[in-house]
């Protein structure tokens, strides 16, 4: 069973960064696919960022520029590099982790998630 711990949220000020990790239990964190997610209320939960098991990385256009996805193996650990923020970013971030040997096609993939880490941006 894998187990997924998020932590690194906080509240920042607009134009802040933070760092989210996710640390993963499990022997196949090496080669699973991981992403982020973030929900935030009344709204939909949406895709951030994946990362597959050979470091390829998938970025929301939301996310894309301003956000790093990152893994250290050896750590079995996943992390979310977060620039430039801004209040729409502000939601629950959660952590997922899908298949083996998968390049990211879509949320479906993801089958174990964590319980979330709330990020706060203010204006």
């Known amino acids: 069973q894998v187990q997924l711990v998020e932590s690194g949220g906080g509240l920042v000020q607009a134009g802040g960064s933070l760092r989210l990790s996710c640390a993963a239990s499990?022997?196949?964190?090496?080669?699973?696919?991981m992403g982020w997610f973030r929900q935030a209320p009344g709204k939909e939960r949406e895709f951030v960022s994946a990362?597959?098991?050979?470091?390829?990385?998938y970025y929301a256009d939301s996310a894309r520029g301003r956000f790093t996805i990152s893994r250290d193996n050896a750590k079995n650990t996943v992390y979310l590099r977060m620039n430039s923020l801004k209040p729409e970013d502000t939601a629950v971030y959660l952590c997922a982790a899908g298949g083996a040997h998968n390049d990211y096609v879509g949320p479906g993939q993801f089958v174990h998630w964590g319980q979330g880490t709330q990020v706060t941006v203010s204006s």
């Open positions: 990362i597959s098991w050979n470091s390829r990385t």
């Open positions: 499990g022997r196949t964190f090496s080669s699973s696919l």
